[in-house]
C-alpha cells in the first residue's frame, strides 16, 4: 500500500476518533482541537498504518518534536504522550489496532510551577476597588457579584459565563456547575456570595432585552464573554495598584490555595474544582507549604 493510501486511511480512523471525543466523551471544541492536532502531526510523521507503529517510531517524534524546537516545554511533551495514548486505546477499543505502543513510551517528566494567587488582603482590596469604582449600577452589581462567585466557587471563567439561572439555588446556596466534559458538580456558596447575587438579579431583569437565561450579562443583555470578562478584571487589577498580573484563573487559584492554607481537606477541594484527578489539586499543597515556610523564616527572623 503506498503512502498516499495509508494517510489516507490513518486520516480517516483521525476523523472518526474526534467523532467520539465530541460525541462520547462530550469534550469540548478546544479540547478536542488539542487532541486532534497532536495526533495529525504524528500521523503525518509516521506515513504507515497506525497498526505497523511501534514505540521506536514514537519516541523518534518525541525526540523530533523536541529537536525542532529547543523551547518546547516538558508539559507539552507530556500532552503529545497523552494525546497519542488516547488515540490508540481507542483504536484497541473499536479494534482497528491490536496494540498500543505507548505503553513502552515513558510519561515526560512535568515540572510543576505554583499558580498565581491574591492574599486574603488582596481578595478584599479587589472587591473594595469595585464596589468604590464610578461604573453604572449594573456593571458595579454585576462585576461585583460575577467575581464573587468565581472566587467563592473557584469556577473557570468559561464555568461563570455559561451560567444560568436554573443553575443557581438561592435558596440553599449552592450551584450546579457543568465543567469540562459537561461534568457535573454540587458547589456551595456562602451569604456574601448570595447576598451579592440578590443585588445584582433585580438590576440584570430591569436591562435583559429577551428571555435569556444566563446570569451575568452585557448591558446589551447578551451573555458576557471570557474574553470580556478578563478584560474587566484586569482593569479592576489596575485600579487596585496590584503589580502583578490578574486574569480570571487567579481567581480559583485563591480559592484553592485559601481553602488549604485554613485546613480544608485535599479531598474536599479536589471536588470543589472538579478536578479528576488529585494529582492536579496537590500542586496547591506545594503553595500551602511555601506560605508555612515564609511564616516560620518570619517567626524565627522575629527571634533573632
Request: hydrophobic share 35%; glycine share 4%; aromatic share 12%.
Amino acid at each position: 500500500m503506498d503512502k498516499k493510501s495509508n494517510n489516507s486511511n490513518n486520516y480517516n480512523l483521525l476523523s472518526i476518533y474526534i467523532d467520539y471525543l465530541f460525541g462520547e466523551k462530550n469534550f469540548s471544541l478546544n479540547t478536542v482541537q488539542s487532541y486532534k492536532h497532536d495526533v495529525k502531526q504524528f500521523l503525518d510523521f509516521i506515513q504507515k498504518p497506525v497498526e505497523q507503529v511501534d514505540s521506536e517510531e514514537v519516541l523518534l517524534f518525541l525526540f523530533v518534536q523536541n529537536d525542532k524546537d529547543s523551547s518546547i516545554s516538558s508539559s507539552t511533551l507530556a500532552r503529545y504522550h497523552s494525546s497519542l495514548n488516547s488515540f490508540f486505546d481507542f483504536l484497541i477499543s473499536r479494534k482497528y489496532c491490536s496494540k498500543n505502543p505507548m505503553v513502552y513510551v515513558d510519561y515526560p517528566k512535568v515540572s510543576r510551577n505554583l499558580p498565581d494567587y491574591l492574599t486574603i488582603e488582596e481578595i478584599s482590596k479587589l472587591f473594595d476597588t469595585i464596589e468604590r469604582s464610578n461604573f453604572d449600577e449594573h456593571t458595579k452589581k454585576r462585576d461585583n457579584a460575577l467575581f464573587e462567585i468565581m472566587y467563592s466557587c473557584g469556577l473557570r471563567v468559561s464555568e461563570a459565563c455559561s451560567l444560568t439561572l436554573d443553575q443557581i439555588n438561592l435558596e440553599e446556596c449552592y450551584l450546579i456547575v457543568y465543567g469540562k466534559g459537561r461534568k457535573e458538580r454540587f458547589v456551595p456558596f456562602g451569604q456574601k456570595a448570595l447576598q451579592k447575587i440578590k443585588q445584582y438579579l433585580p438590576v440584570r431583569k430591569s436591562i435583559l432585552k429577551t428571555n435569556g437565561s444566563n446570569i451575568f450579562i452585557s448591558r446589551l443583555g447578551k451573555p458576557m464573554s471570557r474574553v470580556a470578562v478578563w478584560k474587566r478584571l484586569k482593569l479592576y487589577g489596575q485600579l487596585a495598584g496590584f503589580h502583578k498580573d490578574i486574569y480570571p484563573h487567579i481567581l480559583r487559584h485563591s480559592f484553592a490555595t485559601h481553602l488549604l492554607c485554613n485546613g480544608a481537606d485535599l479531598r474536599f477541594v479536589q471536588e470543589l474544582l472538579g478536578h479528576s484527578s488529585i494529582v492536579t489539586t496537590e500542586i496547591y499543597t506545594d503553595i500551602d507549604f511555601t506560605n508555612l515556610k515564609k511564616m516560620y523564616d518570619n517567626f524565627i527572623f522575629k527571634l533573632k
